[in-house]
């Protein structure tokens, strides 16, 4: 198996300007979430869908910041126009159960650094 | 707001020593308390995971001790070895969501 799949891997941008980040999940998952990894914050869920529908956007910083899954392989997570707040690293994770137990699987994250 | 309190942020052992990193919680709909291991440039992999209903869960070197009324739970990690040198990271999860709450992460180094 592929394992989750992210790109780019590392991303190196102007204030100002777009960045998209791209996640193939793992086929069969029904679950798909957006995390973002800093030093000061840890962890934070972004965002999750279940079967391609948003479920929970609440942690989604601000307008900037939207997320779209067209299909079941599939998605991605915009930030227009960035800001170098948001340099981070952000992970993409499928889990193939819905409910509390189903394990997350974690792609190996997107490097952001917004200059 | 951290649904999930985790300490300490870091800690160095030697190696076959015993490590504890430690985690609490307040929400009591939690009932999935699992454990994440991140290598440098990957991302978190599920290491071990514990539901309320027991009070210890043991996986090889790696052990989750719960104390529900305390909300509280803690890895402990025998005889640890240098290849143990990550970030892990405690979570928990509710019955009401598809949610995960991740703590705030463990650096582990492991002198050998």
């Known amino acids: 198996d592929a394992g989750v799949i992210q790109s780019p891997r590392h991303e190196v941008t102007e204030m100002g300007q777009e960045v998209t980040l791209r996640c193939k999940p793992i086929s069969g998952h029904n679950s798909l979430f957006w995390y973002r990894q800093t030093m000061m914050r840890g962890l934070e869920l972004l965002i999750y869908?279940?079967?391609?529908?948003?479920?929970?956007d609440s942690g989604m910083p601000e307008d900037r910041f939207s997320a779209k899954m067209p299909n079941a392989s599939f998605s991605t997570l915009k930030i227009q126009p960035s800001e170098p707040r948001d340099s981070a690293v952000y992970f993409c994770?499928?889990?193939?159960?819905?409910?509390?137990?189903?394990?997350?699987?974690f792609g190996e994250g997107s490097r952001l650094t917004v200059l | 707001q951290q649904q999930v309190k985790q300490s300490p942020q870091s800690l160095i052992v030697q190696k076959g020593g015993i490590p504890i990193i430690n985690c609490a919680y307040e929400?009591?709909?939690?009932?999935?308390f699992p454990w994440y291991q991140q290598f440098p440039g990957k991302g978190p992999a599920l290491l071990i995971a514990?539901?309320?209903?027991?009070s210890e869960k043991k996986e090889g070197r790696f052990t989750i001790s719960f104390n529900k009324s305390a909300k509280q739970f803690s890895l402990h990690i025998m005889d640890s070895q240098p290849g143990d040198s990550a970030t892990y990271f405690c979570a928990a999860s509710g019955n009401t969501g598809n949610q995960f709450y991740f703590g705030t992460g463990t650096s582990l180094t492991v002198i050998p």
């Open positions: 994770a499928s889990s193939h159960k819905l409910g509390n137990t189903g394990e997350l699987f």
């Open positions: 869908f279940n079967n391609n529908v948003p479920i929970d």
């Open positions: 514990i539901r309320p209903d027991v």
């Open positions: 929400n009591t709909a939690f009932d999935y």
